[in-house]
């Protein structure tokens, strides 16, 4: 394995001038009120979209190819909208049909004010709504970070809708528990903090005040933490600035794969996540970075484990494998889907 190089300091300062850069096309401190900006053109376009609207809230979709079978690449964390896709789309949809749609609170989608709107059953439904309108059956999902534990909770919820799992970087509770903590932010997320440095950002207080510096701090250093990551960081930042604060502290306080009360545990201690991942029966692939910063490699090795699934650690590899190393994590996919295909 070979050392990292030592750290630029100019490339430490990338992700604020990106931030100048942006923040004037943006509204005021977040963004969820100014127009969309103009669009990058894409090395693909859809073949089809549209929108499905659920409690009045409309969640944009898009289609690509004509192959088989489905693959329905999840919304992840509402900071970033289908996009983050953009380097997967026009490679698996010359082999595969491809579904993708905005997740609500970011992107075409809505950004309802409510937190109940972003609980990890909505998206559930989001993408089972998404799979009618596209008259999709059944598809293989894929999620990057939240979106794992969405393409999990779906394939639990609706196991007859789910032919396998590819689950990047996945931010899914596998570490232990408090026992007597209940789920959601703790008070250093509610309460302010006494300065602004490092995980002190991760703040609602800290959110309302600098959103864009939480964009520079969250996309800067930790999704993307691998050299030479300018232009996804770029990327990154801007699709945080198309929401908000207050749209990203209600999913913070929205439930994720909280299990219920009388879930079956195996110890008081047991991840949150475990109830769930129980009851998956479909294959799966696990993808981890092992210098993710933000969900360490022991958890991807945890969530592996538990879902009797192949891990693959791509070494030195940050948190987005999909930005980063997007040839790898093409030919991931591609491979898994065959295989599940060899097995029909």
């Known amino acids: 394995m070979h050392a990292r190089p030592p750290a630029d300091p100019a490339a430490a300062a990338w992700p604020q001038l990106v931030v100048r850069d942006l923040r004037d096309r943006h509204d005021g401190n977040g963004g969820g009120g100014a127009p969309r900006p103009p669009e990058q053109s894409r ?58 749609f905005d997740g609500r609170g970011n992107g075409r989608s809505d950004r309802p004010p409510e937190i109940a709107a972003y609980s990890d059953t909505e998206f559930v439904e989001d993408a089972i709504a998404v799979l009618d309108a596209t008259g999709t059956a059944r598809a293989v999902a894929a999620g990057l970070s939240m979106g794992g534990g969405y393409a999990i909770r779906l394939a639990v919820e609706h196991p007859d809708r789910v032919l396998g ?11 232990d528990r408090e026992p007597d903590v209940p789920p959601g932010p703790g008070e250093d997320f509610r309460e302010p903090q006494p300065d602004d440095i490092e995980w002190h950002k991760y703040n609602a207080h800290f959110w309302r005040r600098d959103w864009p510096g939480f964009a520079a701090f969250f996309a800067g250093e930790k999704i993307f933490s691998e050299p030479h990551s300018t232009k996804a960081i ?4 801007g699709w945080f600035l198309e929401t908000d604060a207050e749209t990203i502290i209600a999913t913070e306080y929205a439930p994720f794969l909280w299990p219920p009360a009388d879930a079956e545990r195996l110890s008081p201690t047991e991840g949150d996540a475990y109830p769930f991942l129980r009851q998956v029966r479909v294959p799966a692939l696990v993808v981890h970075g092992t210098d993710d910063r933000i969900v360490g490699i022991r958890h991807g090795r945890r969530l592996a484990e538990a879902l009797g699934a192949p891990l693959v650690e791509i070494a030195e590899g940050g948190h987005n494998a999909l930005g980063r190393d997007p040839v790898q994590a093409n030919l991931l996919i591609r491979d898994f889907v065959r295989r599940l295909e060899a097995r029909s």
């Open 43 to 100: 090395a693909r376009y859809p073949d089809a979209e549209g929108y499905i609207v659920r409690d009045g809230v409309r969640v944009f979709w898009e289609r690509y190819g004509e192959g088989s079978p489905t693959i329905l690449l999840m919304p992840t964390w509402s900071v970033v909208h289908s996009r983050h896709w953009k380097l997967q789309i026009p490679y698996l949809a010359r082999h595969f049909r491809v579904v993708t």
């Open 165 to 175: 799992l590819v689950l990047f970087g996945a931010s899914v509770p596998v570490w």
């Open 234 to 237: 770029e990327d990154g930042i």
